[in-house]
């Protein structure tokens, strides 16, 4: 079974500019979470989606959004990106909510 | 969630048993004690969970206090493989949802 993909691997933006980052879960995997985690915070929890809708929200500005499609699939979206979001995003899937996890590689962004 | 407190590294030498310890004082009774372990520039990958009573799956053992505050995560035969961070995870299984509040963890650095 394929593990969580996520894409792109790599990503290069400027100040103020938007990315739109996403995320495959398991094959099955209804749950889906999204961290970032940078050598300053580590890794912190931005959100969770399950059935298409948000369950759970971390502390970030509005500028970080996201949103899962009826196939499990989910995108994240950061705003008028500022240099403090380089970051190595993670995205996680598991069967339900309570359950264990599974990270995808990440995307590592870099904000210049 | 409780908070839970590790030593931010440990070495081991390949071959032998690696245990990492996890103090978590002001657990809960509804709260599960879960291990992480993150490989250099890799995602977390789930090691084993478990409420109250010793938990050992084909990665790892888990150790868990009778009263609950402290475990201690074994991993039988360290190899240069195993060298990563190891966190340690307080949370409930149900109602929390797939929040996971990520500590500094350990550094566990396995040696010739």
């Known amino acids: 079974k394929a593990g969580v993909t996520q894409t792109p691997r790599y990503l290069i933006k400027t100040r103020g500019q938007q990315v739109t980052l996403s995320c495959s879960p398991i094959?099955?995997?209804?749950?889906v979470s999204w961290y970032q985690q940078t050598p300053g915070q580590g890794l912190q929890f931005l959100f969770e989606y399950f059935s298409e809708t948000q369950r759970n929200k971390g502390n970030f500005p509005g500028r970080f959004s996201g949103r899962q499609f009826s196939n499990s699939r989910s995108e994240m979206n950061v705003s008028t990106l500022e240099l403090g979001d380089s970051a190595l995003y993670l995205c996680?899937?598991?069967?339900?909510?309570?359950?264990?996890?599974?990270f995808g590689p990440g995307t590592r962004l870099t904000v210049t | 969630d409780a908070k839970t407190t590790q030593p931010p590294s440990m070495d081991c030498a390949e071959g032998r048993a690696a245990n990492l310890p996890c103090n978590h004082s002001?657990?809960?009774?509804?709260?599960?004690v879960y291990w992480y372990r993150q490989i250099h520039s890799q995602g977390p990958q789930y090691i084993i969970h478990?409420?109250?009573n010793n938990e050992t799956n084909e990665m790892a053992s888990l150790i868990i206090t009778e009263d609950r505050k402290s475990s201690t995560l074994i991993l039988p035969h360290a190899t240069l493989r195993d060298t990563a961070v190891y966190y340690c995870?307080?949370?409930?299984?149900?109602?929390?949802?797939?929040?996971?509040?990520f500590g500094t963890g350990t550094q566990l650095k396995v040696e010739l």
């Open positions: 478990g409420l109250k």
């Open positions: 995870i307080v949370k409930r299984l149900t109602g929390g949802g797939n929040k996971l509040t």
């Open positions: 996680a899937s598991s069967l339900g909510r309570g359950l264990e996890q599974y």
């Open positions: 094959s099955g995997h209804r749950s």
């Open positions: 002001t657990i809960s009774g509804n709260e599960y």
